[in-house]
T-cell receptor, first 113, second 113 residues
Framework: EAGVTQSPTHLIKTRGQQATLRCSPISGHTSVYWYQQALGLGLQFLLWYDEGEERNRGNFPPRFSGRQFPNYSSELNVNALELEDSALYLC????????????FGQGTRLTVV | AQSVTQLGSHVSVSEGALVLLRCNYSSSVPPYLFWYVQYPNQGLQLLLKYTTGATLVKGINGFEAEFKKSETSFHLTKPSAHMSDAAEYFCAVQSDTGNQFYFGTGTSLTVIP
């Protein structure tokens, strides 16, 4: 069974540009979570999608947005990139209910120069 | 609201020594608790989880954790550290709605040969 896959693995952008990060959840998982892991800051919750809808978002500005597609894959968009957006962005998926854990992808390393 | 506190952002142990990583949680309902491990530039991998039942939970790579309700703790232990255990460890609690995960700030484990 394929795990959570994220693309690209690395992304280098210039300040002010837009970045698009992609996530494919494990088959059968309907919930997708996005986290930002900046150096020394642990995991900061960004967004949660379930059944195609945004269910919750963390304390991030509106230039962080995303969506979930009918096949439950997800996209994270970061507009007007700032230097401090440089981080590892992790996607996780899980089934919707129950005591199941979240399964994480390998992450996308975004570097803003 | 749920939250997790990991005591000690950095822990160093000698190879073969006991590993003890501390995690305290706050939750208004019986919690679901998790420990994840993250190797450099990778995603998070589940080590073990507590949902219901036995309070001593065994995980992968020889790790175990004990849920102590009276102490609101879920400390991670391993009797004998191995060089390959060097990584970042995250404790997490599931929200009372079952849909969110709250992560601690992580503990970096160094194993000294």
């Amino acid at each position: 069974e394929a795990g959570v896959t994220q693309s690209p693995t690395h992304l280098i952008k210039t300040r002010g540009q837009q970045a698009t990060l992609r996530c494919s959840p494990i088959s059968g998982h309907t919930s997708v979570y996005w986290y930002q892991q900046a150096l020394g800051l642990g995991l900061q919750f960004l967004l949660w999608y379930d059944e195609g809808e945004e269910r919750n978002r963390g304390n991030f500005p509106p230039r962080f947005s995303g969506r979930q597609f009918p096949n439950y894959s997800s996209e994270l968009n970061v507009n007007a990139l700032e230097l401090e957006d440089s981080a590892l962005y992790l996607c996780a998926s899980r089934t919707r209910v129950g005591d199941t854990e979240a399964f994480f992808g390998q992450g996308t390393r975004l570097t803003v120069v | 609201a749920q939250s997790v506190t990991q005591l000690g952002s950095h822990v160093s142990v000698s190879e073969g020594a006991l590993v003890l990583l501390r995690c305290n949680y706050s939750s208004s309902v019986p919690p679901y608790l998790f420990w994840y491990v993250q190797y450099p530039n990778q995603g998070l991998q589940l080590l073990l989880k507590y949902t219901t039942g036995a309070t001593l939970v065994k995980g992968i790579n020889g790790f175990e954790a004990e849920f102590k309700k009276s102490e609101t703790s879920f400390h991670l232990t391993k009797p004998s550290a191995h060089m390959s255990d060097a990584a970042e460890y995250f404790c997490a609690v599931q929200s009372d709605t079952g849909n969110q995960f709250y992560f601690g700030t992580g503990t970096s484990l160094t194993v000294i040969p």
